[in-house]
C-alpha cells in the first residue's frame, strides 16, 4: 500500500468538510470553465469537460452552478483568458513536485511559487527538470462499502485498467489515460459508485519521509501551494510510513 496514495485518499475524504471548501469550489468550476472553452460545452464530445463534471459533482457542486460555468466558458463571457502552465522543482527533503495551474497572469503565479518553494527549503526547476520522474494515469476512488475486492478486480480487469491498491478504506484503481474514461464508464454501468476521478502524475520512484517532524514540513510545504488561488493540482514522490500517517490524521 502506497502511503502517498493513502495520504490522498485521507485528503479527499476530508475535502468536502474542508475550511477551504470554497476555495476547492473555485478552482473545480474554473477547470469546467477553461474545459468548455477550449472543446464546447457538449460533454459527450469533450473528455476535459466530462471528467471536470464528474469532480465537480463528487464534490456535490450544484446543477445549476455547473452548468453556468459550462455556459460562461463556451460562450467567452467572463473577459478572462486563462493558460496552463506546468512549474517543478523540489521541496524539503528532496521532494519532487510537479505543479499544474490555471492562470491569467503568468508573472504572478511564478512569483508567488518561486516564494513557496524558497520559504520551505526548496526551489523551482527547469522544464522537465522532475516531470519525467512521473507518469500521467488516471485514477479512480471506490470506497470499500460500495464493492468487494474480487468483483471490482473482476470489472477493471475486463474494462481495461492496469492495477488496484486497497487504500485501507477505500481502494484505487489505476488505468492508462487512453482507457479511463472506458473503465469509469464501465463501472458505472455495473452500478458501482465512484468517489473520485482524476488524472494524475503517478511517481515512478518514491522518496521515503522517515519521521513525523519531516512528514510535517513537506505536508505543510504541499498545504501551501495548494493555497495558490492559480493552482489546479500539487503531485508529489513522497512516501510516509503508515503509522506516521495514522499520527498526523
Same mark, same amino acid.
Request: proline share 0%.
Given at each position: 500500500?502506497?502511503?502517498?496514495? @493513502?495520504?490522498?485518499? /485521507?485528503?479527499? =475524504? @476530508?475535502?468536502?468538510? *474542508?475550511?477551504? =471548501?470554497?476555495k476547492l469550489f473555485t478552482k473545480l468550476i474554473r477547470e469546467i470553465t477553461v474545459a468548455a472553452r477550449q472543446g464546447g460545452a457538449d460533454a459527450d464530445a469533450n473528455p476535459r469537460l466530462r471528467l471536470a463534471v464528474v469532480q465537480a459533482r463528487s464534490h456535490n457542486i450544484p446543477g445549476e452552478t455547473i452548468q453556468r460555468a459550462i455556459t460562461k466558458g463556451a460562450g467567452g463571457t467572463d473577459g478572462v483568458h486563462y493558460e496552463e502552465v506546468i512549474y517543478?522543482? %523540489?521541496?524539503p527533503h528532496r521532494v519532487a513536485v510537479v505543479v499544474e495551474a490555471l492562470t491569467d497572469n503568468r508573472k504572478? &503565479?511564478?512569483?508567488?511559487?518561486?516564494? +513557496?518553494?524558497? =520559504?520551505?527549503?526548496?526551489?523551482?526547476g527547469a522544464t522537465n527538470s522532475v516531470q519525467y520522474m512521473f507518469e500521467r494515469k488516471g485514477t479512480l476512488t471506490v470506497a470499500h462499502h460500495a464493492i468487494d475486492e474480487d &468483483?471490482?478486480?473482476? %470489472? /477493471?480487469? @475486463?474494462?481495461? +485498467?492496469? *492495477?488496484?491498491? *486497497?487504500?485501507?478504506?477505500? %481502494?484505487?484503481? /489505476?488505468t492508462p489515460v487512453t482507457r479511463f474514461d472506458a473503465v469509469r464508464k464501465f463501472l458505472e454501468e455495473k452500478g458501482v459508485r465512484i468517489e473520485a476521478a482524476e488524472l494524475q502524475r503517478l511517481p515512478q520512484n518514491r522518496v521515503s519521509i522517515e519521521?513525523?517532524?519531516? +512528514?510535517?514540513?513537506?505536508? &505543510?510545504?504541499?498545504?501551501a501551494l495548494e493555497e495558490d488561488d492559480d493552482v489546479q493540482k500539487?503531485?508529489?514522490n513522497f512516501e510516509i510510513d503508515e503509522a506516521i500517517i495514522a499520527d498526523l490524521a
Open positions: 500500500m502506497s502511503g502517498h496514495s @493513502k495520504w490522498n485518499s /485521507i485528503k479527499h =475524504r @476530508k475535502a468536502a468538510q *474542508d475550511a477551504r =471548501r470554497g517543478e522543482g %523540489y521541496g504572478r &503565479t511564478a512569483a508567488s511559487l518561486r516564494h +513557496a518553494f524558497n =520559504r520551505h527549503h526548496g526551489g523551482l &468483483t471490482l478486480t473482476e %470489472y /477493471i480487469l @475486463k474494462a481495461g +485498467a492496469e *492495477d488496484l491498491e *486497497d487504500l485501507g478504506e477505500a %481502494y484505487l484503481v /489505476i519521521s513525523k517532524e519531516e +512528514a510535517e514540513r513537506v505536508l &505543510t510545504f504541499l498545504e500539487v503531485f508529489s
